[in-house]
């Protein structure tokens, strides 16, 4: 028997113990006869009536002084309590695994480190991509391949918005209402819809493709807030969706990594991913492209994937799990310099907008009193030094 114990009895960790149980017959199979049982479950509230009543606990310690414990899955989220008890059970030889997002990016490298130095592991395949197992994928099925490009969809509230945006017609205002009346989207969304939780995660499956390390704070990030009706007509005219795209690649004079939202045309596979759904998509030069596509947050889904950690610990019990999570940092370009081409919204004329940029193909709304055109590869830094020469520039975004 594998005894373990879940701290934070919220959507996740609730998910946590019902896969755990529900599921126990098969993961005991799985586990060639071994049973993984959970012995405590820690939180401030009182759940009455529920099955974790019997084992439910508001003390730490006991979760800490417990030997028999050798497996904590952390769903607390946010980073304080739980950078200080996932330090002290990683410093005590007890695996982690978390959901948390915000703590592995954070604070991911210095917990890896003290967890190999007490010979135990910490694990966080929930925290990007909820079920989808991006993570094992990067670290596990594609490590003899190098990786020049991890490009997604990470947030479901935000895909969510701008799919309500594109298919019922509804501005910024309404779909962020109507998200948080389906519970897709926070009271206070902010960490999602100015893009810091893609920001996050791109800056996580970042550090693992490339085997350096990249800080999230390093990480160039727009939100969706500034897209509105007339941006979403454009990109119909032109066959295009707009979605909140995290990526970092490899480029010929360096690297980047930024969150933004973008326009895609129907080639790219991330056009379809619509709703609450995620998708992430890894190119390698062995393998080429690599899609994943599932759910993208959810109390199951990233339940199951919480549950799969546990697992893939208890399969190792007294091994360190191999990752290739380097303390060496990859410098960044500055994302003025990264060249996109971008679509433009403009005020002036048609022979204004060639003047500034050249040949174009222009578009036109009807009811809009705006032109919409595609510009060849420039940098932000040259699309400024355009918009420094005229008052025209409505807006410009990347298309990806």
Not at 110 to 131: D, K, P, Q, T
Not at 229 to 247: E, Q
Not at 260 to 271: D, K, S, T, V
Not at 346 to 373: H, M, P, Q, T
């Amino acid at each position: 028997m594998i005894k373990t114990a879940i701290m934070g009895y919220g959507t996740v960790g609730a998910g946590v113990y019902r896969v755990l149980t529900k599921n126990r017959e098969e993961i005991t199979r799985r586990m060639e006869g071994e049973e993984i049982v959970v012995g405590h479950v820690l939180d401030l509230r009182d759940f009455p009536g529920d099955p974790v009543e019997e084992i439910l606990t508001h003390d730490f310690q006991d979760i800490l002084n417990d030997q028999e414990v050798k497996i904590v899955v952390e769903t607390m989220g946010g980073l304080r309590p739980a950078y200080s008890f996932t330090k002290q059970l990683l410093e005590a030889g007890k695996s982690v695994c978390t959901s948390n997002k915000e703590l592995v990016a954070e604070y991911g490298l210095e917990l890896r480190e003290v967890a190999h130095a007490n010979g135990v592991n910490y694990l966080f395949e929930a925290s990007c991509g909820g079920g989808i197992p991006v993570i094992h994928v990067l670290d596990g099925a594609l490590t003899a391949d190098a990786i020049d490009e991890v490009s997604g969809i990470l947030n479901g509230t935000t895909n969510y918005i701008l799919t309500q945006m594109t298919k019922e017609g509804q501005e910024f205002g309404a779909a962020l209402k109507a998200a948080q009346e389906m519970g897709y989207a926070e009271l206070h969304p902010e960490a999602d819809i100015e893009g810091h939780d893609a920001q996050r995660k791109i800056a996580i499956l970042s550090t693992l493709a490339y085997g350096k390390f990249i800080s999230y704070k390093n990480v160039y990030t727009e939100g969706i807030s500034c897209v509105d009706g007339t941006d979403i007509a454009f990109a119909k005219a032109v066959g295009r969706k707009i979605k909140l795209i995290a990526r970092s690649r490899r480029i010929e004079n360096g690297a980047y990594a930024m969150v933004a939202p973008m326009m895609i045309g129907r080639e790219n596979l991330l056009y379809n991913v619509d709703g609450v759904l995620n998708a992430v998509q890894i190119h390698g030069n062995a393998v080429g492209d690599v899609t994943l596509f599932g759910s993208g947050a959810g109390s199951l889904p990233t339940a199951s994937a919480v549950a799969g950690d546990v697992i893939s610990i208890a399969r190792s019990m007294d091994r360190r799990i191999p990752s290739d999570w380097s303390g060496e940092t990859l410098p960044l370009l500055e994302s003025e310099a990264v060249p996109f081409a971008f679509f433009v919204r403009f005020s002036g004329s048609e022979d204004e907008a060639r003047a500034l940029f050249g040949d174009i193909s222009v578009v036109r709304v009807e009811g809009i009193n705006e032109i919409g055109f595609t510009t060849s590869l420039m940098t932000e830094k040259e699309l400024q030094e355009v918009r420094a020469k005229t008052e025209h520039i409505v807006k410009a975004m990347r298309l990806g």
